[in-house]
C-alpha cells in the first residue's frame, strides 16, 4: 500500500517536472513571437529595392504578402450595404486591390473588449502585423520592449500630401507627441481641438425667471447657483466620485481651477519656464479654496464625491441642478436625456474667465488611437499606405459605399483635429443665411442638416430629441469657445512616464487624491496645503519635476 | 481486477485536463520573479528575484491594504455561511412544497444581477436622499450620507455581499438537509422533542460535515474580498476602509502595465490560501479527529 | 400528543417563520422588479432615476437593441451548445472523480495524494497570460473546446459532491461488497440514485458557470458569431462609470442614444430567465431522505 502511494506520488510529481522542463524548453520556440509572413530572402529583397519606382503612396506594394489584423468595432449603425461586413467590404476590397495585400484579420471584437484582448495579446507577444492601441502607456510600453517597427522612414517617405495636411492640423503636435528617442513610431488619430475644455452650462430660462445675468465669472456662478438653490431647489453644482483615471482628483469644477489659472494634473510651464506640476502650485490652492468655500455654502453638492456618473445625471436629468460642468458636447449627453424629462428646459454654455477677462480651457492629449506596425512586418509602409487611402475618403469618397469609418481596414478616425471649429463656423454660416461652405462632402451635408433642424427652433428639437443633441451641441456648446477670442488653451507639456514616475507615481496620486478631496469637503484647513505640497516634494514629487525638465529639454 | 485499478481509470481524464489547463501554465509564475518583458518571454525575461514582492510590501498602506482585505474577506465568509445556513434551517420547516420551491429558487436571483447595476442600487438606497434616509428622517435622526463614512462602508459591503450570495450556500444546505434519515427525526419525536430541540440534536449534526467543508473552502477566497463589488461601490472618501489588494493593484495597472506584480500578488494569494486551509485540516483532524477532505 | 397552549405556541412560531423567511424574499425579488421595470422603461426617465417597481414609458427598445443584431441569435446558440457539451462534460467528471476520492484511505491508498494533487490546482494558478498561452499551444482559440475543456474540471463541486457520497450509511458500501459490486456498478446503481439532491446541486451549478462565463469567451475567441452569449452582451454598452474626460465623439452620440441603465438591465433579464425557468425543473430532485430500502440493517 505504501508502496501504490508513492507510486502514485512520484508518477504525478514526474509529469508535473517534466510538463514545467517541457514548457520551458516549448516556451523557448513556441512563446516567442512568430514570424508574420514568410520573407524573401535578401538578394532578392536588395534587388528589388534596387530597382525600386519612385515612392507612389497610394502603389502597390512589390510583393503580395498577407498581413494580420486585428479589428475593433463601435457598434453603431455602419450604415454597409446588404453583404458587406467590419472585415469586407469595399473599404477593404480597395486595399487589397490597390496595394496588393492579403488582409486576414485575426480576430475582432466590439471596442470594450478590444482593449482587453489587445492587453493581453501584448503582454503574450502574440500580436498582428497591423493593429492599433488606444492608450498611450500601451504605446509607450510596446515601443520599451521593441515589439513595434519605427515608421519614420516610411511616413517621411510615403505619406500623402492629404495625410500630411490632416497632422499639420495641430500644429504637428500629435506627430510630437507621438515621437520618441527622435522616432516616430505609430500614427494616430488626432486630439480633437477644445473637446475637453469644460463650460458651465446653465439653465437660462431659470436665469430669465429669476432676473440673473448670464455668467462671466466665479463669483457670478455663485450667485447663480445660492439662487437656483433657494427658489428653485436645487442642491448646488453635481460631481461625480474621482475617477481612477481622471486628470485630477476634483475633475468635475475644472473649470473653477482653471478661472483661477490652476492647472491641476497637468504639466505646466511657469513663469521662468520651467515645467512644473500644475497641483502643487500656488494657484491651484487658490482654486480649492474658493471650492472649499462654495462647498460650505451648499453650492457644491455636498454628495459629489460619492456620486458615480449614473447619479450625476440624474441630478442633471430630473431637475435637481441647474448649472453643471461639461464639454461643448453635453448636447448629446447628459442633456439629450435632460430635455426628454424636462422639454421646457433652455440650456446654455458659458466659458468662464477671471476677473481680466480671460477663460482658460485645458486641452487634451493630442493623439487618440494609434496604429502600429509590428516589429519585423517586412513593410512597415503598408501602414501609411492604407491610411493614405483612408484619409483620401473625405475629400474623394469611394464609389457604391456610404458606411462609417469603422468598416475601414485600419478604423483610426483621421478628422482634422480643428474639425469641431469647422463644423461650428460653417453652420454658423449657414444659419446667417451663407450657403457657400467649404469642406468635405460627408461633413457639409451633416452641417447642412444641422443648421435645418436648429432653425425649427428649440421647441422643435425638445420634441425630438434625437436631433437635440447635436444642434444644442454645436451651436450653444461650441459658441463660448470659438467665438471667444480671449479663450487661452494650455496644454499638458508632458506625456511619458520618467523612471521615478514608475516607482512613485502611483503613491502621489493617492496623496494628491487624499489632500483635494480633505480640503474640498472642509475636513482639512486650506493650509494643509502647503503641508501637502511639502510631502509631495519630499515623496519623489521633486525628482520627478527634474527628470520630467530633463527629458523636455532633449 | 482491484478496485484500486478501477478508482486510478475513473480518476485519470479530470488529471490530464488538470494537468493541461491548470498545471501546464503554471510556469508563468515565474513571472513573479522576473522583470517581464513580451518579447523576451518567460524564459529570456532577466530574473530580479524578491523585487516585485518587496515593492508590494514597500507600496504605502501595503498593510492597511491586507488588513481590509482579510478583514472584509473573514467578514463575508462568516455573515454569508451563517445567514445562509440559518435561511436553510428555517426553510427546511416549511411544509408547503410550492411556497418552499418558490423561495428557494427566489433568493438564488440576486446573484444574476451584476455589480454594476446591484452597486447603482445599493447607492441609491444609502444616499442622503435614498430610502434608507428618508426612515432615519422620519425617526427623527440626522441623514447619514452612509457612502462617504469608513464606519459604515464596510457594513455596507458585508451586508449587500450577503444579499446578493447568501441563495448559492442555501442551495447547496438545503441539498444537504436531504440527506438526514427521517427516521432520526421520528425517534426524536418519540423522545419528546420539539423541533427546535430536534434542530439542534438532529438537523445541525447532520449537516455539520457540510457546514464545515463550505467554511473551509471559503477560505481560499481570504484574500479576495470582491473586487467587482467593491470597485463598482467604492469611491476615494473610504479608500481607508474599503481597498483591497485587489482594488489597489488594479489601479496600479491603469497608470502603468505591471504584469508581474499582478503574478506576484496571486502567487502570494495562493499561498495564503493553502497555508489556511492546510492549518484548518490539521486543527480539524487533531481536536475533531475529522478529515475534512 | 401536544397541548393546546404547545399547539398554539407552535402554530405563531410557523407564522413567525414563515413571515421572516417572505421578507427576506421580499428583499431578494424588489432588486430583480426594479431591474426589470428599468429594462421596460424609457430611456430618459430611467437616466433621472425615476423608476422604482414599474416601468415608466413603458417600451421594449432595450430589448430590441440587443435582440435586432443577428450576433445575438448567434452567441445564444453557441452558448446552449457550450452548456450542453460542458455541463455534460462537467458531470461525467465531477462523478468519476468524487467517487473514487470518497473512499477510504483504506480502499484506495492514492486517494490523499489526488486530494491534494487537485486542490492545489484550485488553489494555484499561473495567470492569465501563460493560460492564453497554453490554449493557443494546444490549438483551441476560437473553437468551443477552449469554452469547455479548460473548465472541465470543477475542483469545487468535486470535493462537495465527494463530501455528499462520505455522508451516505458505510452499510452500502458493505451490502455493495456482499453483493460482489464493483467499483463502476456501485457508482452508476446505487450511489449516483442515492445523492440526486447534491448532484442537482452541482449540474446547477456546473450549467450556471457556463451560462454567466463571460471572460473565456472574451479572450479565447476571435470572431464575434463563436462569442457565447455573456461576452457578447457584455460589450453591448459602455462602462456605467463613464469618465467623461476620456470620452471620444462616437461615445458622446451613442450614449445620447442608448442608455446603458436600460439596455444594461435588459442584459441580465436575457441572462437570468433560462436559469430561472431551469431551476424548478432541477427542484424535483430535492427529494428528502434517501430510500433505505435496500440496505439491510
Known sequence: MFRRKTGVAAVLVCIILLAAACSNKGSNDSMESTPSSPSPSAAE????????????????????VEVKLSKGEGGGDLNLPQGETYTNNKFTEQIETQLNVKLNFVWETKNEAYQQKIKLAIASNDLPDIFYVDDYNDYLSLIKNGQIEDLTQAFADYSSDELKRVYGTDGGAGLRTLTIGGKLYGLSALGAVHDPVNLAWVRKDWLDKIGLKEPDTVEDLKTIVAAFNEKMGTKGIPGTATSDTAIQPLDSF???????????????????????????APETKQALGQIQQMYQAGLIDLEFATTKSDQWVARIANGKAGVFFGPWWSGWYPLTDAIKNDPKAIWRAYAVKDESGVAYGREGAPVGRIAVVKKGFKYPEL????????????????????????????????????????????IQALLNGNSNIEGKPADLDVQRKVAENFKKGEDWLAQNSDMYGEAVSRVFGMAPLVKNDKLVSVYNEFYGQTPTMEKRWVNLRKLESDAFLQIALGKQTLDYFDEFVKQWNDQGGQTITQEVNAALSN | MKPGFHYHLMLIPGIILLLMFSVYPMFGIVMAFQDYNPTKGFSGSPWVGWENFTYMFELPDSYLIFKNTVYLAVSKIMANLL???????????????????????????????????????IAQIFSLDGVVNVILQMLGQQPIQFMASNYWFPALLVGSDVWKEFGFSTIIFLAALTGINPALYEAAGIDGANRLRMMWHVTLPGIRTTVILIAVLSLQNVMNAGFEQILNLYNPLVYHSSDIIDTYVYRIGLLQSQYELGTAVGLLKSVVSILLIVISYKMAVKFANYRIF | MMSTASHV???????????????????????????????????????????????????????SIVFDDRQFFQSFAVSVERVLLGGWVNFAITLLMAYPLSREKEAFSARNVYMWFIIFTMLFSGGLIPWYMAIKQFGM????????????????????????FRNLPKELDDAASIDGAGPWYSLMKLYIPLSLPAIATVTLFSIVSHWNAFFDGLILINVPHKQPLQTYLNQIVVQMNVNRSQMTEEDVKRLALLSDKTVNSAKIFIALFPIAALYPFLQRYFIHGITLGSVKE
Do not use: C
Open chain 1, 45 to 64: 529583397s536588395a534587388s528589388a529595392s534596387d530597382v525600386a519606382p519612385a515612392k507612389d503612396p497610394f502603389g502597390p506594394l512589390p510583393e503580395q
Open chain 1, 254 to 280: 475644472d473649470v473653477i481651477f482653471q478661472a483661477n489659472h490652476a492647472n491641476p494634473g497637468q504639466w505646466v510651464k511657469d513663469q521662468d519656464g520651467n515645467v512644473i506640476y500644475g497641483s502643487v
Open chain 1, 383 to 426: 501602414l501609411v499606405k492604407i491610411l493614405n487611402y483612408e484619409v483620401d475618403q473625405q475629400k474623394n469618397p469611394l464609389k457604391g459605399t456610404d458606411a462609417s469609418w469603422d468598416a475601414w481596414t485600419v478604423n483610426i478616425p483621421l478628422w482634422d483635429a480643428d474639425l469641431g471649429i469647422q463644423y461650428y463656423n460653417n
Open chain 2, 83 to 121: 445567514l445562509s445556513l440559518i435561511f436553510a434551517l428555517l426553510l427546511n420547516e416549511i411544509k408547503h412544497k410550492l411556497l418552499k420551491r418558490s423561495i428557494q429558487t427566489v433568493v438564488y436571483f440576486p446573484h444574476f444581477v451584476s455589480w454594476v447595476l446591484f452597486g447603482g442600487i
Open chain 3, 9 to 63: 405556541i407552535s402554530r405563531v412560531s410557523y407564522g413567525v417563520i414563515l413571515a421572516v423567511l417572505l421578507a427576506i424574499a421580499a428583499g431578494s425579488v424588489f432588486p430583480i422588479l426594479h431591474i426589470l421595470a428599468v429594462s421596460l422603461s424609457d430611456k430618459a426617465a430611467a437616466s433621472a432615476g425615476k423608476i422604482f417597481l414599474l416601468p415608466v414609458d413603458m417600451n421594449f427598445a432595450a430589448y
Open chain 3, 141 to 164: 482559440i476560437n473553437s468551443i473546446w477552449a469554452l469547455v475543456l479548460p473548465t472541465a474540471v470543477p475542483v469545487f463541486n468535486v470535493i462537495l459532491l465527494m463530501n455528499f
